[in-house]
């Protein structure tokens, strides 16, 4: 596993301004406090790195799935799923996220974690979902940062 490189914020994204992005799915609202930077990018798409959580349009409230939205292209969005994890996994998480950012002052509270999720129709017309658990997303509130967890071998 590769170290995250970690890029502080631009100047111009340092005050608390707010911004409507228009999707596929609809506007979103979002303020700098809700942007989330993948400095190393997405598998794919390297150079898309402002991103926001967001509700997915039409799906229930309490659900455990959200949309992550590229604020660098309108077009990107993908759907993740908000996994229930016991203590163990939460302390495997915190300790990952300590190595790869040497920083022992993030808390378990300030982790947050997803997986990307693939849906596809079959030819039955059944839906098909699939979690990509192999490539988990990791974000931290306290910095904003945020990074698609990624085994290199």
Known sequence: MKKHNTIPKIAAETNNTHGVIETKLG?????????????????????KVRFTLTDVPGV????????LQS???????????????DEAQQNSILSTVHTMLGNEKISKDEIGFSFLVITGDKETGQSNVKFVTDAPLIFISKTQEAWQMVNVQ
Do not use: C, W
């Open 27 to 47: 506007k979103i609202q979002y303020t700098n406090d809700d942007i989330f930077y993948f400095n190393d990018g997405l598998v794919g798409f390297p150079n």
């Open 60 to 67: 229930p409230e309490g659900q455990r799935y959200g949309m």
């Open 71 to 85: 604020l660098d292209d309108n077009a990107l969005s993908f759907i993740v799923h908000y996994p229930v994890l």
